[in-house]
């Protein structure tokens, strides 16, 4: 009889860093066999699930716990780095499976692609498409089969943004979609229909602060209790996961001691005292489960922490008690925490390593497999597979007690293994959801190993399968030793040097390619350009020949532009051997993820505008993170990305503006003691841009040469009209010529914490509004401070100027040309007094 054996589940708390639970996880695993009952938490990005909650139910409750995010926080900002939109969403993603790894939860998500911040649940559906995402939530009901759905929201304006709202509504919603027969009847040849018990908010937040123990309706949780066998309170594990969000900002503290969270009751069957009640959380809500129930409790009360192989042969009987019930969710559910059981207390370590990271369709992987029986018991490997080497061996081998068996495999990748890449950005997407022609793959944390081993064990008379991602390990002086996965990639990168290229004028550039191999085999083709009508380069190919793993060439073409002005896309590909590679090799690397890697096309945006600029060399001073630094390299600046300690009198003078990214006076705590300094540069000539910061959290108050107060103002639909407040303005005009359509095919939004106080010295010179809302005039600020201009703005440059929009770059160019603009003869009013503008007090 086989069966697979899956990887570790959630509740090892360490899986990924301790692949072997120790003694007391391995009691808490034996204790979660007896418990029959599931929670799934909804609620709209990462970093919205109450970890407190998941934490608690899935270690003091020992309840099946999930979490359900909408969306993989693509829209988000980022505090670590640059990335932004699917590669944000990527590391988002991760973070929240680092999370569920500590807290014991399992991850689910939709095909929604968070698009930003919105300001209605219509807006959201909208943009999302509700029947389709409703739909998702449903097929993860009827796939987890939850007893307990918990909300992080209220389906209403207070959840105070749109996809809050919206994951509220889709709960409820599918709520009674799941259990109906006749809703999204395709999904049911693979699921059956699913009534969950019962629905609650979890409440007590801002929108319902008077919630408490004794307001009729709400169940009250004391999540704060503490766990002997983990070492730790619930809420102190908890704020270890909530950490794991680091794109946001947002580690924190561990807490101790009772801690109570608010469910208010929504719908289904009201509980009076649990949430589980009234739901057979035993072994006999599957019928014929009373067997299993004897022989669970039979395993708990036997097992020795110091010879947990001691429990191998009951959990076989438990096993073969579990293989004969009914197929159901808690059959496979429990099923799988079993075989994984078996593997930790037999100590079983299987592992398989290749000589690199990268493997390539049609060409020879060479792997080493290490297995190892850490226990007194007899186990035997009876065979080792790999679909994607096509590899099937049989060993019928006695794996010896402390003594390891290396097998070595050398095999080509099959040449329709698809290349690695996160299976929702396989393909184009829209900007409210993700293409996923496979629905099978929807809920789906992260796309399967890309090559994968199985290994039939013999325990007792069974044969067990186990799985064996390959992976590639190596041995970092500092860090220690370090894996990754396996990707299967394509014999070739081809990456363009830059994004987006700007033509100012006609004449031609000089755009790179860079061609990388990623095998150890000889390789050699030519690389091309696709280039738009009119458009042209020389030469039109240029041949490259690589002939180690890794290595990379910088192929250039002289690209001349069309006359016409416009964004344009630019392609690049090698061909080899008559076939056409175009993939562009992006990683995302970071200490508190894997690895991540994403292929796409290799592509660019061309951008022919009239685009001028004033001054040569400005510095930039580093916020949260963004790739600005980049846009400007691209207008034609030398970019000084300076230091704290770099931030000096001296050193300002040669600087012709200074750009602050955004976020720097939320992240950075060093700007207090440079900002005199830089108030100083402006005031002595300089042009300061400042961009957006959240209202709060600053690291300095004075960031400002005059008063300014930041809020919560933004305008989030991207085509929503912009008005000139004051046309003839020189930033407005010069170097470059500002009208309304410099601000059509805007991304996402248009900007964010927008102040909306500021002093009379400043001057407002636009105003815009989403529908509906009043005009906002704090999106763009300039004040004249001794002889220089500070100015201060929460357009969305750092998600414009990435996307290559061409008014974004005109408007940017103007504000660091700030310092070059000669002052109109101010306007008088019939007073004969100078004006202020359009500043508030």
Sequence with gaps: MRFILLALIPFFVNAQSKPQP?????????????????????????????????????????????????????GGQNLIGPEIRDELGLIRTQELLAARRLDGGQQFFTRANDFGFSKSADETFAIWGKDQILEDVVRIYRQFQPDVIITRFPPDERAGHGHHTASAVLAQEAFDAAASKDRFTKQLSEYSTWQVKRLYTNTGRWWNQSINENTPGVLTLNVGGYSALLGTSYSELAAISRSQHKSQGFGSRGTRGDQLEFLEFVKGEEAKKDVF?????????????????????????????????????????????????????WRDRKLEEVNQLLQACLGLYLEATADHFWATPGNIVSVSIELLNRSTLPVSIKKLSATALKYDSTLNTNLLSGKTLNVKVKHDVESTVPYSSPYWLQEEHSIGTFTIPDEKLVGKPESDPAIQFTADVEIEGQVVSLVIPLIYKNVDPVKGELNRAVEVVPPVFVNLAESVIIFATDAPRQVQVVVKSSGKEKVQGNVNLRLPNGWRSEPASVAFELS??????????????????????????????????DKELKIIAYDHIPTQTILQKSDAALI???????????????????????????MGYEVWEMKDEEITEENLKRLDAVVLGIRAINTNNRLQFAMPALLDYVKNGGTLVMQYNTNFGYETDVFSPYPIT????????????????????????????????????WVQERGLYFPNKWDAQFDALLSMNDKGEQPKEGSLLVANYGEGKYIYTGLSFFRELPEGVPGAYKLFANLVSGGKVKEAEPTLNVKGKKKSGNGRN
């Design 277 to 329: 009640e009234n739901v057979n959380t035993s072994w006999t809500r599957v019928k014929g489960g009373e067997k299993v129930q004897t022989l669970v409790n039979k395993v708990i009360v036997e097992y020795n922490e110091e010879k947990p192989e001691a429990s191998v042969p009951v959990l076989i009987q438990i096993k073969q008690q579990i293989i004969a019930l009914e197929k159901s969710v």
């Design 710 to 745: 930041l809020s919560r103002d933004r305008v989030t639909e991207e085509d929503a009209l912009v008005t000139i407040l004051k046309p003839e303005h020189p930033l407005l005009n010069y170097p470059n010529k500002i009208s309304s359509t410099d601000f059509n095919d």
């Design 22 to 74: 120790n003694a007391a996880e391995i009691k808490l695993g034996l204790k979660k066999l007896n418990f029959l009952g599931s929670v799934l938490y909804v609620a709209a990005h990462p970093d919205d699930e109450n970890t407190r909650a998941i934490t608690y139910f899935a270690n003091e409750r020992l309840a099946a716990t999930a979490y359900l995010s909408m969306t993989r926080g693509d």
């Design 608 to 634: 022919r505008i009239n685009l001028k600029k004033e001054g040569n060399t400005i510095g930039y001073i580093k916020g949260a993170g963004d790739d600005v630094p980049s846009a400007l390299r691209n």
């Design 548 to 581: 180690k793993l890794g290595e990379e060439q910088t192929k250039s073409f002289t690209v001349y532009p069309a006359i016409e002005e416009g964004k344009f896309t630019l392609e690049a590909y090698a061909v080899i051997n008559n076939k056409l590679y």
